[in-house]
Structure formats: C-alpha cells, structure tokens
C-alpha cells in the first residue's frame, strides 16, 4: 500500500516537471534540455503554490444590550466600597463602584 502511494506521488511530482519544462520550452526560454535542468534544479515544492479561498459574504455580528433603555429621565445609581487585593507587593486596598440606570 505505501509503496503504491509512494509510485504515486512520485509520478505526479515527475508529471509537474515535465509539464513545466514543456510550459518553459513552448515560451521560449531554450531547449529542452536547458528547460528540463532549471524545472529539476527549481524543484517543485507543493506547499508553497497559493491557496484561492471562494468568496464569501463576511461574518455577520448582532450587537444587542445588556438592559432596555431607561427613558429620558433616567438617574444613574451607583454603589462604591473599598475592597483589598492581593498583589506581589503586598495587599492594598482599592475603590471598587459599581453602577446601573434607573428609570426617573
């Protein structure tokens, strides 16, 4: 089976070359002889042909809120406190606030 796939992928890559020189000669870049000695001498390296994606309708992102909108006259509450964290230097204290909208 591996010798199979082996034989393969040997023929294709001898297939590509002869196909570029014959490419190369039809142009009119030389002799054959000359075409056959730069297809070998470039190789053929698959990994490197470039990819064509098929065009697409870009992504689509709904964005929606978090809460309903308060109204007009909405007031804004907000809650503070001083919470410690513990950081390398040492622990501190820092404000924490937390705020949400109320309809007025």
Known sequence: MATRSLAILAGLVLASITYTADADVRAGSGSPAQAGAAATST?????????????????RIRVTPLYRYPGPNAVRQCTSWLAQEWRPSGTVIVPRMQCWWEPG
């Open 43 to 59: 190789g053929v390296d698959l990994s490197s042909q470039r990819r064509v994606r098929p065009l697409r309708a870009p992504t």
